[in-house]
């Protein structure tokens, strides 16, 4: 299995961008997907999370609102649109694909792109 995330950069404060991920070797239409971050010298954490049919979505209080998931299963890609970005969203981000409980049930992992909002 491999998850390529890819849109990473540098951008302003309010800015946007938008992640992509690719995934192969799995079945990706069974899968729910979801997004994670690693800021620097912190704990990952959850950002956003989306069903394997693509009508349920949950996220992060920090990026409700300013952030959508969204997935392609034609393409077996994920994406996430971050808008109104602020200096605390820079972090490494990492999608991942997963069959067990929202948020946390994620059994596959991606490399990850960087990600950083200048003030």
């Known amino acids: 299995v491999q998850l390529q995330a890819s849109g990473g950069g540098l951008v302003q404060a309010g800015g946007s961008l938008r992640l992509s991920c690719a995934a192969s070797g799995l079945t990706f239409g069974i899968y729910r997907m979801g997004w994670y971050r690693r800021a620097p010298g912190k704990e990952r954490e959850f950002v956003a999370t989306l069903s394997a049919n693509g009508r349920s979505t949950d996220y992060a209080d920090s990026v409700k609102g300013r952030f959508t998931i969204s997935r392609d299963n034609a393409k077996n890609t994920v994406y996430l649109q971050m808008d109104s970005l602020k200096p605390e969203d820079t972090a490494v981000y990492y999608c991942?694909?997963?069959?067990?409980?929202?948020?946390?049930?994620?059994?596959?992992w991606g490399k990850g792109t960087l990600v950083t909002v200048s003030s």
């Open positions: 991942a694909a997963g069959t067990g409980p929202p948020r946390y049930g994620m059994d596959y």
